[in-house]
T-cell receptor, first 111, second 115 residues
């Protein structure tokens, strides 16, 4: 079973920031928080990951609470092409651990 | 640097035939994972392989399904005597053999339709 809880769907206006929450209250000390998204029926796309510090890359920012029990993925300026299912996953960051996907959050970006 | 490649992208088989799905990992990646996504459902782990070894096949059905990752060439997911319930999207992911940076990158998938 997935170790994360996400809202099933969210809406966001184009050009605004999209903030996608994730709860992972049972996360272990060696587990990272990963975010992927799946646009329509394409293959999952890696977005970002982190352990305990906030992370930022060209796609998004990841904010992890100090107790590591929840996190937020931020898309700073959402576009229509960001409409997708977003998956929050916790797993160790060493080789050989399967990724367990939950239901994710279906983000709708509206014009 | 080319991403994970899968072929064919679409595959149609009749019940009872065999399906062979191929996955070429990213350059430098030695770990391969296969996932299946049934229509309107989430992705489910099937099998994890390293070169010439199956490491974890806990998600793979015990019958008709097999996977390999030979020393040379792509990883192959093989489904024998396909049934309609095998119709799904099959995704392959690869990751490098490095501590601390073992992010899995996914291919575009193979969509199998069983008639």
């Amino acid at each position: 079973d997935a170790k994360t809880t996400q809202p099933p769907s969210m809406d966001c206006a184009e050009g605004r920031a999209a903030n996608l929450p994730c709860n992972h209250s049972t996360i272990s000390g060696n587990e990272y928080v990963y975010w992927y998204r799946q646009i329509h029926s394409q293959g999952p796309q890696y977005i970002i990951h982190g352990l305990k510090n906030n992370e930022t890359n060209e796609m998004a920012s990841l904010i992890i609470t100090e107790d590591r029990k929840s996190s937020t993925l931020i898309l700073p300026h959402a576009t229509l092409r960001d409409t997708a299912v977003y998956y929050c996953i916790v797993r160790p960051n060493t080789g050989g651990f399967k990724t367990i996907f939950g239901a994710g959050t279906r983000l709708f970006v509206k014009a | 640097n080319a991403g994970v490649m899968q072929n064919p992208r679409h595959l149609v088989r009749r019940r009872g035939q065999e399906a062979r799905l191929r996955c070429s990992p990213m350059k430098g990646h030695s770990h391969v994972y296969w996932y299946r996504q049934l229509p309107e459902e989430g992705l489910k782990f099937m099998v994890y392989l390293q070169k010439e070894n199956i490491i974890d096949e806990s998600g793979m059905p015990k019958e008709r399904f097999s996977a390999e990752f030979p020393k040379e060439g792509p990883s192959i997911l093989r489904i024998q005597q396909v049934v309609r319930g095998d119709s799904a999207a099959y995704f392959c992911a690869s990751s490098p053999r490095q501590e601390g940076t073992d992010t899995q990158y996914f291919g575009p998938g193979t969509r199998l339709t069983v008639l």
